[in-house]
């Protein structure tokens, strides 16, 4: 009689390791898995969000005049909130297609969540716009009696580009995985044609990994020059206005390397929530975090030298305006803000980053939560008191933003996080196939290793083409592969997560 | 001894020349000179405007060829400093005729100025103006860059190059698509 005995796979193996990465990133994915908290924390953004549409209701009925803005400040929260989130989206060029092109192997686990930001962050961060425009109905008007010179035209056609382009982009590298997905039993079966459909017959073919990896190399060269375009556009809306504090020829590049350094902040909060929410330390490590740690004090570093750059030439010119404007942010009515942008959000943030001591996670955390914080009241400070500037001899404009206001907004930030948790509820926020992509590649590469190393050490191969290699599935060798590590030092079991080729 | 002797001496008629110089020059004062200006003492900016000036010695005789300078009070750094704007000589009435641009409106004061020479003392005089400004008609002029024959769709070259890399990406999507056989196996993964 013979006993049908389960193959039990090593959790320590490769093996063990993909299993552990699928349940880890599918799980969530079940219909079942809303916990009572999830369902606490959906139906709280929910009401935050419900609030925020009948303050924006209240306000299309009754117009803008609901609102702190006025002829004088007609640019307050709504566009702060605009710049802001474009800001955001960058993270997801940056870090999945700059990383992508540049063969940078730790991406992996973290580029669909990236590529979740830009998308997410995009639609808040455009609707913000209908929201200030006040009479959206207009809207139209814009595409049907366009004018070559206007910047709002400029922005639009390039945000829905670089919407369609983040959409596809989104898209692409998840072929494989809700290809995997579409036949699991576990979930539902609406959700399973959706799987299907979104697939596209996704067999796993040479011919169908040629194209994909085609589309999506091609994604990502093209998504850059974009991403960077949109938010030099973005900028352009103050730089090409005759007001003090816009008059500056290095408002493109100030405003890109601005989203980026926010964008890096923003993946670098989201990744902390979602390793700690699904239970992802072992292939979101500490690693990614110092990574993007660095990432992010070069870019700290870079948008000080920019603010510093920009701010001292004006206030050595001091021309008329520009000093009452510098006097406001300096030492009068916008230095709170000022001040806690410049040290709250970039001083503090930097050291908190350049310190060995601070540079763990919950330190890079604190860095990125600050740094977000931070270019909220940086991107406040550049739209608000140069509207308030009076250009002729009067009085300052005035700007308190009403309950309207800051419901929107408050809205927008609960919507950002309502989108985003129900995007992971129904797809991966790991690109699992990419991540064993890397252990395969990783794999592959120690097998040649061996090889050649038994080749020059014995002369010959062994039995199974091994060379003198120590035999571990997962290629781990000492002081080339680098292994999941944790910050005390403890390295987890499973695979390396692929380091192979670092750059 | 002889050469010491001679050098005394010519130090002796040196000082002696110098001291009777002196003495000269203190026995015989610069004369006075006056100076009147005149001039229209409301203007409009940016206008030249003529001064008239007339030096006269003592006695109400003309000077000739004098040197007047018009200048006007600027303070820079916290002192006062002479800006020159224009200078002339008189001619044989002792008159001249100088000419300054008021740059802005309001009230300003320029001086002709005598420096004094061959035996004649300095003298100035000052005048003040209402400086008034122009009416002026603006006709608006076309700022930016002028491109008439640009039309709106144009911005759309740079869009329908990327919407074109879309279509494209878009496409290998569809290959992969074709590739796959219809009916999805149950082992169908990432591979």
Redesign the interface.
Known sequence: MSVAVEPRIDETSADGARVRLRERVEAPLRSKAWGVKGRLLVAGLSLVVAWGVFAWIHQVRDGLAVTGLSNHVSWGLYITNFVFFIGISHAGTLVSAILRLTHAEWRRPITRLAEMITVVALVIGASMVLVDMGRPDRLLNVLRF????SPI??DI??IS?YI??SL?YLF?PL???V??L??SPALGRVRRRIY?AL???????P???V??T??IG??AV?IVP?AVSVHTVVSWIFGMTLREGWNSTIFGPYFVVGAIFSGIAGIIVVMAIFRRAYRLEEFITEKHFRYLGSLLMVLGLLYVYFTASEYITVGYKLRVGDDALLSALLVGRYAVLFWTFAIGGTLVPILLLAFRRTRTVPGIVSAAVLVNVGMWLKRFVIVVPSMALPLMPWEWGTYHPTWVEWSITAAAFAGFALVFVLLARFFPVIS??EV??GWEQLEVQERWERLEVGVSHDGQLDGNGHGNGDGHPNGHRDGHLEPAQHADGVVPEGPPIATGEER | MNARLAAIGLGALLAAALLAGTAMASTSPAAPTHLSISAPTTTVSGGPVAVHVLLTDQEGKPVQGALIRLVSTVTFMGSDHDEVMDEAQTDSAGKAVLSFAPADGGPATVTARFAGSQGLAPTDAALSFDVQQPVVTYHPTPV??QAPW???????VP?LG??F??L???R??R???R????S???Q????
């Open positions: 366009p004018h070559l010179r035209l400029w056609l390039s580009t369609l382009g596809i692409l072929v494989p995985d290809a995997a579409r036949d299907r697939s596209l017959r996704w067999t796993g073919l011919e169908q990994r194209a994909l085609r589309a091609i994604m093209v974009v699992v196939w064993e992509e | 930016g860059i640009a039309r709106s769709y144009f911005i759309l869009f990327i919407w890399t879309y494209v990406v878009l290998q999507a290959k992969v698509r590739a796959g056989v219809p999805p196996s149950p169908g993964s990432a591979g």
